[in-house]
């Protein structure tokens, strides 16, 4: 437990930066999904739309240092050769 006033800040703040940090996450992987619903129901137009949607999401987040920029180029790599594919 923090004892000292400065300790006692950073678990405040730590808390703080890990909801908001999960909400980011939550809010990246929600647009992703989007994306593979839409490949998956056979609607191209759609998973393109969802597409352009996700990329901006996905970069924002690694702007803000919760995701890897490789990660994140992997996931467009990937929904991208899908969505080519269909």
Do not use: W
């Not at 987040?61 to 969505?83: C, T």
């Amino acid at each position: 437990m923090a004892n000292t006033a400065q300790a006692k800040k950073r678990a405040r703040q730590a808390e703080d930066h890990r909801q908001l940090n999960a909400s980011h996450r939550s809010r990246m992987r929600t647009f992703v999904k989007k994306v593979v619903k839409a490949i998956t129901a056979g609607d191209k137009g759609g998973a393109e739309t969802a597409y352009k949607e996700a990329v901006p999401v996905l970069d924002k987040m690694v702007g803000k240092g919760i995701i890897h920029a490789n990660k994140a180029a992997r996931h467009k790599s990937r929904l991208n050769a899908r969505i080519r594919a269909m």
